[in-house]
């Protein structure tokens, strides 16, 4: 099939929405109290701060407590990648330093040691579902569902680069499965979110000019620890985005069975893989079908005009791929997490003859997610990192500086600066003492605004 050969990769913006694990537990491993508990502990200095437990950051990004007590990071809009793999980490440090002053003042409150837990993780202690959402800015048209039923194969197949890797426990019988989020997804497409999981949610919130924009909502993604797996779910998703509104075809690729398939693939060893049925008629594996999505792209994009983190990302997953098929896992630790994962399971359950359902095992998958005290894998040489550090700690009060983002973060900088109150959202901006009116941010790429400006401006004198 011959590819359209594109001259540039258009503008987008993205984002990611992660929720956390919570765990509050004393030294020897026990629990001190419950998640709620916990969660209102750590969200005790923002409610001290904003009287909220839903605030908007100066970086452009959102903190909140959600539903069953669930920490939840949302990053600001971002076209880089260095920003969106900025942004992602520098919520997760956030939580990180919130959660030991949490601990401090649990242990206080308790009258006993307390350490909170933050877990970037699919399932937490108690086996609740945790969401790594990710969101994609797309120029309306009235073919957004044939473009949505373009990206099943592919969001199905991808867990075999982007799954973080779990022990799941499937009919009696515990598994390691490459992800952690297959099995708690039962729909492809649907607008619901609570009542089903799909793969993509197709609720038509586009937190911007509903005339010109979609919001693509995809939730099947895993919480990633390691940061490349991150950065391929975001640029090879971005990558065929730009291609599918260019005209490339996937539609070979259509699966009969895609649940099924999901969750088949989770189970399966990717360089052994059970051959998926496609609509055609035709077998592929999915590691087979992820090199077509692969090699179509890099043709796609051969002489397009990209940037050097694009380049990389192709090239890098051509090297996985090649790794997975042909079962090289060891070159893949540090840079993938769910072979990272099952090769420190496997060092595990060899050196002391464990069996997959064994307690130590599932303590150690749990430990590999943890944000406080963790596997602290870069730092033991053990996990490649590609954020600088000096670019996260700037991404903690700095929003990027090409979104709208920069509008919104700037102005709560400097609303909380001159101790003004300023009533915020992704698209909305309102100082209610100054009489102006709320502003409406409904450019997502903009980032200047006169109305902003007078908001600025204003706030000497409120």
């Known amino acids: 099939m011959t590819s359209p050969h594109l001259d540039r990769l258009a503008p987008r913006i993205f984002g990611i929405e992660t929720e956390y694990g919570i765990l509050a537990v004393g030294p020897h491993g026990t629990p001190t109290t419950d998640a709620d508990t916990a969660g209102r502990a750590l969200f005790a200095g923002v409610l001290n701060r904003t009287q909220s437990t839903s605030v908007f950051l100066e970086n452009g990004g959102r903190l909140y407590l959600d539903v069953g007590s669930h920490p939840e990071y949302a990053t600001a809009e971002c076209q880089d990648l260095s920003d969106i793999l900025a942004q992602d980490r520098a919520g997760a440090e956030i939580l990180r330093d919130m959660a030991t002053e949490a601990s401090a003042r649990l242990s206080a409150d308790l009258g006993t040691p307390t350490q909170v837990h933050l877990f970037k993780n699919n399932l937490d202690s108690a086996g609740n579902s945790c969401g790594c959402h990710e969101n994609y800015l797309l120029y309306r048209s009235g073919k957004f569902r044939d473009l949505v039923e373009s990206l099943v194969a592919f969001l199905v197949t991808r867990q075999v680069v982007t799954g973080s890797g779990a022990l799941l426990k499937i009919k009696g019988e515990t598994k390691f499965c490459l992800s952690g989020r297959a099995f708690q997804i039962d729909d492809t497409v649907s607008a619901a979110t609570t009542s089903t999981r799909p793969l993509v949610n197709t609720r038509d919130e586009p937190h911007a000019d509903a005339k010109l924009y979609r919001r693509l909502h995809v939730i099947v993604g895993d919480s990633n620890v390691l940061e490349t797996p991150t950065r391929f779910k975001i640029a090879t998703m971005n990558l065929l985005l730009g291609a599918l509104e260019a005209g490339l075809d996937f539609t070979d690729l259509t699966l009969t069975s895609p649940i099924a398939a999901l969750q088949g693939i989770s189970q399966d060893s990717p360089h052994e893989g059970t051959p998926l049925e496609l609509a055609d008629g035709s077998r592929r594996t999915a590691l087979e079908i992820q090199r077509v999505f692969w090699e179509r792209l890099s043709r796609a994009f051969e002489a397009a005009d990209l940037s050097a983190d694009y380049r990389e990302v192709l090239r890098e997953w051509g090297e996985c791929l090649e790794a997975l098929g042909s ?60 954020s600088a550090p000096a670019a996260v700690t700037t991404a903690k009060t700095t929003p990027p500086a090409n979104t709208r983002a920069l509008l919104r973060g700037d102005l709560i900088g400097k609303a909380r600066e001159q101790r003004v109150d300023l009533q915020a959202d992704w698209t909305h901006l309102r100082l209610p003492e100054s009489g102006l009116g709320t502003v409406t941010l409904s450019d997502p790429f903009a980032t200047k605004s006169e109305e902003v400006a007078k908001l600025m401006g204003t706030m000497e004198t409120v």
């Open 327 to 386: 079962g090289d896992l060891e070159r893949l630790v540090g840079v993938l997490d769910w072979p990272t994962k099952r090769l420190l399971l496997e060092g595990l359950r060899s050196r002391q003859g464990l069996e997959w359902g064994d307690s130590k095992l599932a303590r150690l998958d749990l430990a590999y997610h943890d944000l406080v005290a963790g596997l602290k894998l870069e730092e033991r040489g053990l996990a490649r990192r590609l």
